[in-house]
């Protein structure tokens, strides 16, 4: 009997204390889990870096496409830039606004500035730029991006200046190094319009 009891003791000290945990962690699903968790933890990263990668490629690929029914030469062949204003009834429009950068890849404003119009592309005009913020210029109106228009009625006048040159016309207009454009509406006499050119020329041209 003392033998058998001995036994018994020997028997229950080796038993494990938890035979289900045991069984469980050494099962096929239990190790399986734990692959599939470690492999989740390396593909998920290099899933998320390849549509980085992917979508930065196709930005790169469609900015240096050819706008369809534009003129304009490929992305980079040029980088020509302008000292520019926008005078609306003698308030100055303020294109340092975020909403305001880098809309076009052709030509744009960047790095919080709105006084120096960046053109990376050859026969890329002036109403380029405003036509991918939202604006629009003919020669005879200019229209902010909430549809108000400021058109020559005889009284307020929409003016064009290219260094400090009075012109008909600047949605057509391809700017050269270091021009200086002001775009004036109003009720102006010469020396306030003369005023404005001389201000646009002492503007810094961020390159």
Known sequence: ??????????TKKDKPLNPRKERDDR???AVTRKR??????IIVPAVIVLLGIM???VTVYSGHMERP???FGPLGSEHVHA???VKINGEKLDFSQEKYQVRSQYMHVEN???????????????GEFFSSIGMNITDNCFTLENKTSYCSNGDSN????????????IVNYVFNEDDRILIVYGNKNSMETQQDIDALRLTEIKK
Not at 36 to 41: F, S
Not at 158 to 169: C, H, I, M, P, Q
């Open 1 to 10: 009997m003392k033998h058998n009891k001995k036994k018994d003791n020997i």
């Open 27 to 29: 099962s096929y699903f």
């Open 36 to 41: 599939r968790n470690r492999n989740l933890m």
């Open 55 to 57: 979508a930065y490629a």
């Open 69 to 71: 029914g534009q003129n």
């Open 83 to 85: 000292a520019f204003a």
């Open 112 to 126: 919080n500035d709105g006084n120096t119009l960046h053109r990376h592309a050859t026969s890329v005009p002036v």
């Open 158 to 169: 929409l003016e064009f200046y290219v260094n400090g040159n009075k012109t008909n016309s």
